[in-house]
T-cell receptor, first 118, second 115 residues
Framework: DGGITQSPKYLFRKEGQNVTLSCEQN?????MYWYRQDPGQGLRLIYY???????QKGDIAEGYSVSREKKESFPLTVTSAQKNPTAFYLC?????????????????FGPGTRLTVL | AQSVTQLGSHVSVSEGALVLLRCNYS??????LFWYVQYPNQGLQLLLK??????LVKGINGFEAEFKKSETSFHLTKPSAHMSDAAEYFC?????????????FGGGTRVLVKP
């Protein structure tokens, strides 16, 4: 089955610790995105990557870092510098080449990881 | 920069009644517009989108939306609500490939369906 997987589904961390959230896709999509969701605020873009070994900051990148060493993987690290990390984190991907079942303008989302800082 | 406003963070409808969710946007260039649905503790699923062409767009689960440039709106409707429509709905705007297809989301509207 093609899709986007995020692990773990629930994650707990102690204040002051770094934590890495996984995002993997087997859709052969070029572009990948990380969003943060807080109640009543919709989703906000953290980082995005349009090709391997390249990524750009989104609207709320402070306290986060990413890497894009492989096309299928785009891990997000929440560092201790992120002042309010408790949130629901969503990963998305998008094809840059039109196909039978995908279009280049649409992002497809993973199931999300809920991070709680204790 | 683009922005999206969804009027009403919560909407309550009776089963069988019309569902109307409002979305207004601001954009300096013709935007791409999307509606996504989210069920509790899940990711987002695309309902429908407008990029070019026909302004009335039909999506999954009986939903449709109309792009009205003069009103900068993209309201979502469904003629008859079903219990399974209870979820949170997000309107989003993109400026397309020139801007990395980044999405800007509205704050979301949570729909409650009463039996």
């Amino acid at each position: 089955d093609g899709g986007i997987t995020q692990s773990p589904k629930y994650l707990f961390r102690k204040e002051g610790q770094n934590v890495t959230l996984s995002c993997e896709q087997n859709l052969n999509h070029d572009a990948m995105y990380w969003y943060r969701q807080d109640p009543g605020q919709g989703l906000r873009l953290i980082y995005y990557s349009q090709i391997v070994n390249d990524f750009q900051k989104g609207d709320i990148a402070e306290g986060y870092s990413v890497s894009r060493e492989k096309k299928e993987s785009f891990p997000l690290t929440v560092t201790s510098a992120q002042k309010n990390p408790t949130a629901f984190y969503l990963c998305a991907s998008r094809s840059r080449s039109p196909g039978t079942f995908t279009s280049t303008d649409t992002q497809y989302f993973g199931p999300g990881t809920r991070l709680t800082v204790l | 920069a683009q922005s999206v406003t969804q009027l009403g963070s919560h909407v309550s409808v009776s089963e069988g009644a019309l569902v109307l969710l409002r979305c207004n946007y601001s954009s300096s260039v013709p935007p791409y517009l999307f509606w996504y649905v989210q069920y509790p503790n899940q990711g987002l699923q695309l309902l429908l989108k407008y990029t070019t062409g026909a302004t009335l767009v039909k999506g999954i689960n009986g939903f449709e939306a109309e792009f009205k440039k003069s009103e900068t709106s993209f309201h979502l409707t469904k003629p008859s609500a079903h219990m399974s429509d209870a979820a949170e709905y997000f309107c989003a705007v993109s400026l397309g490939g020139a801007a990395g297809n980044k999405l800007t989301f509205g704050g979301g509207t949570r729909v409650l369906v009463k039996p």
